[in-house]
């Protein structure tokens, strides 16, 4: 019986195989264009692999070659586990759910999914890094023999990591909340090659890769890093720790592969949530309780809510809403970080989230119908642009107060810190005012499709020129204070007008924010057909 198990689950994997090299054979039929840019990336894949791999063998011999490839191996693992997270469609293979209603069991299923996972480009380019990893490092026959079990276990436990991530959150990768992942996948891949930037420039300002030496210390116990330091101590006549690496290696490796066929067997016998929808109590969906119980009644809470609910739960305007609050941080935080930042830096997040305000109308596309039928006067439209203000000032105005805390803290600049905050406070104020401004006469759609595509088609110039003309606008009603600003800087002792620049700022945003609202609530009032027809054309 167990040798018909065995030829039985062969079978399976080299079905797997078999089917994995014929979807790939199959995506390049019926389309050249196709067919020329896999072969392109294939081959640039291979190019960039075959440097690398060079590179990495041209370690060999070198003081700190095992510091960096295995910090190497550590971040290859992490690419591994958080790619199936930001990027689910990227191989359809990855998604067990299609396999359920096959009569397979879970252990076969799970060998056959690994040697498949085996087959394509990504798994060609990490056996190449691990190759090249484990050859700086290698020396000696042992060293050698460590190195050929090294690189295949480095490779196995990588496609099995990422195999147990999408399996376990595979339901969740199919959501909403999943494609919300994809939409946010830029900006975690921009401030991770932030960090990677501000963490190389301190590397070298601190004595180079011995700096590293501690953290690799720690990284070459942690799995699957552990099959390169594996080599690295077989090499330096370290068998005892080379044993105890391999073993939680191997460990690791058996415990994902566990893990994997548990969640396989939940998957397999478990229903969807969706499915079970009705069965479940509804819940309270009128907002009644918690913080929007805060708001105001009538138009001015409902559209407060409405606004908020739409930065939490649409995934482009919460991808908008992220990208402002994570970028308008780290740029004072990391220039003051590097030696160079001011408080006044803390600016720049105030205006990240001032463009917040710009297009209101075109962040509800085509549902912009609804709120116009609530439009019919300038009193109205007033009401609406003011709530939508105030959303967004309920977000902004704290998080601009503590972007210049931080800021003043790091630069440790207190004195500059009230004209910092006043200046900060009256751009977002102007920006505000600039936004109803420009939402009246350069609102424009936001498709829904597409995860990168944030304006329809014809309407790019329009959306341009909106933001331009706006920002600059912003720029020319906030340069009184900017000019108080520069005074108070440059002054040797600008006493208490120093401290009046915050008050000053914080009555000059208010009252730019109130003008701008009056001055457009009219204009959407009267060019309302117009505006419904931009925001629709999406």
């Not at 994997?13 to 072969?39: D, E, Q």
């Not at 479940?280 to 918690?290: F, Q």
């Not at 002792?493 to 730019?512: E, K, R, Y």
Request: hydrophobic content about 55%; glycine content about 10%; charged content about 10%.
């Amino acid at each position: 019986m167990s040798s018909a198990t065995a030829a039985s689950a062969a079978s399976v994997t080299s079905l797997f195989v078999r089917l994995k090299l014929s979807l790939m054979r199959n995506g390049l039929k019926g389309s050249s264009k196709r067919k020329a840019v896999w072969i392109i990336s294939l081959v640039i894949s291979l190019v960039f692999s075959l440097f690398v791999t060079l590179g990495l063998a041209m370690l060999h011999g070198h003081l700190h070659a095992g510091t960096v490839v295995v910090l190497l191996a550590a971040i290859l693992a992490l690419g591994w586990t958080v790619m199936p997270l930001f990027f689910p469609t990227g191989d359809e293979t990855l998604d067990p759910s299609r396999l359920v209603m096959l009569p397979l069991r879970p252990r076969p299923l799970v060998r056959a999914l690994l040697a498949s996972s085996l087959v394509g480009t990504g798994p060609l380019f990490t056996l190449c890094i691990a190759a090249g990893s484990v050859a700086a490092v290698a020396h000696g026959p042992a060293g050698i023999a460590a190195a050929v079990i090294g690189a295949p276990l480095l490779l196995l436990a990588c496609v099995a990591l990422a195999r147990a991530v999408a399996t376990a959150n595979v339901r969740l990768l199919s959501s909403r909340k999943g494609r919300d992942l994809a939409v946010l996948s830029g900006l975690l891949i921009a401030i991770g090659a932030q960090v990677v930037n501000f963490a190389s420039q301190r590397l070298f300002q601190e004595g180079g890769l011995a700096a590293l030496e501690p953290v690799e210390a720690i990284v070459r116990w942690l799995p699957p890093a552990t099959a390169v330091g594996m080599v690295d101590s077989v090499s330096e006549g370290a068998y005892g720790t080379a044993a105890a690496q391999l073993a939680l290696t191997l460990g690791a490796l058996a415990g994902l592969l566990w893990f994997w066929e548990r969640s396989l067997t939940s998957l397999m016998v478990s229903p969807d949530g969706s499915t079970l929808a009705a069965a479940k109590p509804e819940k309270d969906r009128g907002g009644a309780g918690g913080f929007w119980s805060l708001l105001p009644g009538g138009r001015t809470g409902a559209v407060i809510q409405r606004t908020l609910r739409y930065a939490v739960r649409d995934p482009k305007t919460k991808s908008a809403w992220v990208s402002s609050l994570a970028i308008g941080l780290i740029v004072p935080v990391f220039n003051a970080l590097q030696g160079t930042g001011s408080v006044y830096l803390a600016c720049f997040g105030a205006g990240m989230l001032g463009v917040q305000m710009y297009n209101q109308f075109g962040q509800d596309t085509s549902a912009f119908w609804m709120v116009a039928q609530t439009i019919s006067t300038a009193r109205d439209a007033y009401g609406e642009l003011r709530a939508r203000a105030a959303a967004l000032a309920l977000v902004t105005v704290p998080y601009t107060v503590l972007v210049t805390v931080v800021t003043a803290a790091l630069v440790g600049d207190w004195a500059g810190f009230p004209s910092a905050l006043g200046l900060a406070l009256a751009l977002l104020g102007s920006m505000l005012c600039t936004g109803a401004l420009v939402s009246a006469h350069f609102a424009y759609s936001i498709p829904s499709e597409g995860a990168f595509k944030n304006v329809a088609p014809g309407q790019a110039g329009l959306a341009w020129l909106g933001i331009v003309c706006g920002m600059l606008a912003s720029a020319v009603i906030c340069a009184p204070v900017i000019g108080l600003t520069v005074y108070v800087s440059l002054a040797d002792d600008p006493g208490t007008l120093g401290l009046l620049a915050l008050p000053i700022g914080i009555a000059w945003g208010c009252a730019a924010t109130w003008t701008g609202l009056r001055v457009a609530a009219p204009a959407v009032a009267r060019k309302l057909p117009e505006i419904l027809t931009a925001v629709s054309k999406g």
